[in-house]
């Protein structure tokens, strides 16, 4: 699986959008990118998945760069409860089962 | 509609003793995983099951066990517990298909003293 790249810490104000950008400069053809969080002291919580095309779904928006090295994951109007830690997976859809979960972003929103 | 359930929700044992982290989901997925997570680190996998009746191993399965008589449970064991093996464990189901999108329990904190 593609190595991938994320800042260690973000803040974002309430109510704002928040911008997580993810590096995957070495992603193969079919492999997609994952976004997941982790709420402190629970389990990580899927947000969004997407191949090429940007996505959306009622969490999030996934926008993937043309060349595909490289996302951001939108969160449009953040809250306190989207403080969490945020993980960049890049994976194929098949082969190992393996999820690699690195050390994520930290994201803080701030009243 | 409880999801992925993980029990106990916090363990300590001495060295040495062995014991069962048991995951139960009511989702009827296919795919059941066993992941530990330390600190500062993102989590790892041990051991994962395609179905009821399989398992294998995943990146770090040294000194756990798994198995997975039945479709929704899935369980995780320690023969011999060392301090290295204190961690928090998360189990995760996936159904077939859907890509690989996992639900997650909400863990296990493990101390080997």
């Known amino acids: 699986d593609a190595k991938t790249t994320q800042p260690t810490s973000m803040d974002c104000a309430e109510g704002r959008a928040a911008n997580l950008p993810c590096n995957h400069s070495?992603?193969?053809?079919?492999?997609?990118v994952y976004w997941y969080r982790q709420i402190h002291s629970q389990g990580p919580q899927y947000i969004i998945h997407?191949?090429?095309n940007n996505e959306t779904n009622e969490m999030a928006s996934l926008i993937i760069t043309e060349d595909r090295k490289s996302s951001t994951l939108i969160l449009p109007h953040a809250t306190l409860r989207d403080t969490a830690v945020y993980y960049c997976?890049?994976?194929?859809?098949?082969?190992?089962?393996?999820?690699?979960f690195g050390t994520g972003t930290r994201l803080t929103i701030i009243p | 509609n409880a999801g992925v359930t993980q029990t106990p929700k916090f363990r300590v044992l001495k060295t040495g003793q062995s014991m069962t982290l048991l995951c139960a989901q009511d989702?009827?997925?296919?795919?059941m995983y066993w992941y530990r997570q330390d600190p500062g680190m993102g989590l790892r996998l041990i051991h994962y099951?395609?179905?009821?009746?399989?398992?294998a191993k995943g990146e770090v399965p040294d000194g756990y066990n798994v198995s997975r008589l039945k479709k929704q449970n899935f369980l995780l064991g320690l023969e011999s517990a060392a301090p290295s093996q204190t961690s928090v464990y998360f189990c995760?189901?996936?159904?077939?298909?859907?890509?690989?999108?996992?639900?997650f329990g909400a863990g296990t904190r493990l101390s080997v003293l």
């Open positions: 070495t992603i193969s053809g079919n492999e997609y």
């Open positions: 997407g191949l090429k």
């Open positions: 099951s395609v179905g009821e009746g399989t398992t």
């Open positions: 989702m009827n997925h296919e795919y």
């Open positions: 995760a189901s996936r159904p077939t298909g859907r890509g690989n999108i996992q639900y």
């Open positions: 997976i890049v994976r194929a859809i098949f082969g190992n089962e393996k999820l690699t």
